[in-house]
């Protein structure tokens, strides 16, 4: 499902985007919004300048340090999880089978594990936790473990 997936939501996204949020049609009907509001400093990709692989899109010159849920779901996991090393303070949120949306580097968590949130709910506030270079969200999504890029399901601009 993974490249597949991310093709067939990029494809739908810019041909049947609303302007308040990005829409796929894997079955599932996730809808994103975006979870904080300020500027994609880092994309997701190979990095030249950091030599390495990022794997999800950084927002950083933040107008608020609100981050809400981009699509609504089930927290999995919040706070310095296992597997997570480097992220800092985490958001895990499962928003359909086998799709997690994560949020890092978080200076404070305002939901807990098994916590249904919906979208736009105040899931905590950007930070600078774990391995980071200021204060920002990394988000990124997940298909069965393997980050794809989030960039092409949300709306052109960011409110």
């Known amino acids: ?16 985007a609303a302007p308040a949020f990005g829409m796929t049609d894997g079955g599932e009907g996730l809808s994103l919004a975006w979870p904080a509001s300020g500027a994609v ?22 107008r608020s340090l609100d981050v809400r849920a981009a699509a609504p779901g ?5 706070d ?7 992220y ?4 895990l949120v499962s928003v359909g089978p086998g799709l997690e949306a994560l949020y890092a580097h978080l200076a404070s968590v305002r939901v807990a594990v098994g916590d249904e949130v919906f979208l736009g709910e105040l899931l ?5 936790t774990g391995y980071c270079t200021g204060t ?24």
Do not use: K
């Open 1 to 16: 499902m993974g490249t597949a997936f991310a093709a067939l939501a990029a494809t739908l996204t810019l041909c049947c």
């Open 41 to 62: 400093t880092r994309g997701f990709g190979y990095d030249a300048t950091m030599g390495e692989f990022h794997t999800g899109i950084d927002i950083g010159s933040l």
């Open 74 to 78: 089930v927290v999995e996991a919040t």
């Open 80 to 86: 310095y999880a296992s597997g997570f090393d480097g």
């Open 88 to 91: 800092g303070n985490v958001v």
């Open 124 to 128: 905590g506030q950007a930070g600078c």
């Open 136 to 159: 920002h969200l990394h988000f990124e999504l997940r298909d069965d473990g393997v980050a794809f890029d989030p960039a092409p399901l949300l709306p052109a601009t960011i409110p």
